[in-house]
């Protein structure tokens, strides 16, 4: 059974950082999986922020936030983590950490993505 939890939310001003981290279990060694934050602000549709592919390492960001979030991932600690830098009182949201697994690649799509945390709230404030 793969669980994921992400943590790390909390409330900044506009202009700080934060980071966010989603530990996945359950996976076996040699499993190709993709892991991907999404967000969803109050009274909107969830969308995807980021995704990485655990064989190679390939990113993919939307561009809302291509050059002020970073996504990685430690494999051996099985922890992706979301840099947040120059947050913007719109990047405020429930910030989900999903995964599924992949044979080709990890897609800013939710549908790829199988095991959903509880999500952690952002909140920027101006």
């Known amino acids: 059974q793969v669980q994921v939890m992400e943590s790390g939310g909390g409330s900044v001003q506009a202009g700080g950082s934060l980071r966010l981290s989603c530990?996945?279990?359950?996976?076996?060694?040699s499993t190709r999986y993709c892991m991907g934050?999404?967000?969803?602000?109050p009274g909107k549709e969830r969308e995807g922020v980021a995704t990485i592919y655990s064989r190679d390492g390939s990113t993919r960001y939307a561009d809302s936030?291509?050059?002020?979030?970073?996504?990685?991932?430690?494999?051996?600690?099985?922890?992706?983590?979301l840099q947040m830098g120059s947050l913007k009182p719109e990047d405020t949201a429930m910030y989900?950490?999903?995964s599924g697994w992949s044979g080709a690649g990890c897609l800013l799509d939710q549908n790829i993505m199988a095991y959903w945390g509880?999500?952690?709230?952002?909140?920027i404030s101006s």
């Open 65 to 81: 936030v291509k050059g002020r979030f970073t996504i990685s991932l430690d494999s051996s600690a099985s922890t992706a983590y």
């Open 37 to 41: 934050w999404f967000r969803q602000a």
């Open 23 to 29: 530990v996945v279990s359950g996976y076996g060694p």
């Open 96 to 98: 989900y950490c999903a």
């Open 118 to 123: 509880k999500g952690t709230l952002v909140t």
